[in-house]
T-cell receptor
Framework: AQKVTQAQTEISVVEKEDVTLDCVYE???????LFWYKQPPSGELVFLIR??????QNEISGRYSWNFQKSTSSFNFTITASQVVDSAVYFC?????????????FGSGTKLNVKP | DAMVIQNPRYQVTQFGKPVTLSCSQT?????MYWYQQKSSQAPKLLFH???????NEADTPDNFQSRRPNTSFCFLDIRSPGLGDAAMYLC?????????????FGPGTRLTVL
């Protein structure tokens, strides 16, 4: 079974629109970690945020915000006032503390196209 | 700047001709990972090293091998590349193996098999 589901394969928006990328995860662990990474066309995955399972506070960083809801097993990512430079593939990932190492379970990614 | 470096960025090889991809890091991290990423797919973990301890994923083909001669360097060897091995290969590092340790990725090497 897929541990991380990103149902949106591709999203296109016009610059300055807000956009939300969905991430749903599945785990039996009580301690786990969720991540978002950005992969621009250059290929490098860039770390955006980490959230542990005990911290359900939403986080805002500039135009980026994250909504973590354990009740729905979701960790959604919103970009406010999108810009062309936000165009990339975004991956959500889960790491379970019971693993003997921090194996990342990646979602399949959401490709965001921001048009001028 | 501390970083994860991968060379070359683009590699072309022939079917069946061994190829080696390299990764180096200046972060002094204990753990190094190799991922394979095919077009429009998530990265797939091949193996990782914790220090000198090698850990292979169960479904990683024998065709893929790795070496870590020291903390800074890690190599991915593909003994007999097939057309299906054409992909982006990503190297990553993390400080430790705690679930909270984020992974830092290199820019990747795009492998073409002719």
């Amino acid at each position: 079974a897929q541990k991380v589901t990103q149902a949106q394969t591709e999203i296109s928006v016009v610059e300055k629109e807000d956009v939300t990328l969905d991430c749903v995860y599945e785990t039996r662990d009580t301690t786990y970690y969720l991540f978002w990474y950005k992969q621009p066309p250059s290929g490098e995955l860039v770390f955006l945020i980490r959230r542990n399972s005990f911290d359900e506070q939403n986080e805002i960083s500039g135009r980026y915000s994250w909504n973590f809801q354990k009740s729905t097993s979701s960790f959604n990512f919103t970009i406010t006032a999108s810009q062309v430079v936000d165009s990339a593939v975004y991956f959500c990932a889960l790491s379970e503390a019971r693993d003997n190492f921090n194996k990342f379970y990646f979602g399949s990614g959401t490709k965001l196209n921001v048009k001028p | 700047d501390a970083m994860v470096i991968q060379n070359p960025r683009y590699q072309v090889t022939q079917f069946g001709k061994p190829v080696t991809l390299s990764c180096s890091q200046t972060l002094n991290h204990n753990v190094m990972y190799w991922y394979q990423q095919k077009s429009s797919q998530a990265p797939k973990l091949l193996f990782h090293y914790y220090d000198k301890d090698f850990n292979n994923e169960a479904d990683t083909p024998d065709n893929f091998q790795s070496r870590r001669p020291n903390t800074s360097f890690c190599f991915l060897d593909i003994r007999s590349p097939g057309l299906g091995d054409a992909a982006m290969y990503l190297c990553a590092t993390s400080r430790g193996t705690s679930g909270s340790d984020e992974q830092f990725f290199g820019p990747g090497t795009r492998l073409t098999v002719l």
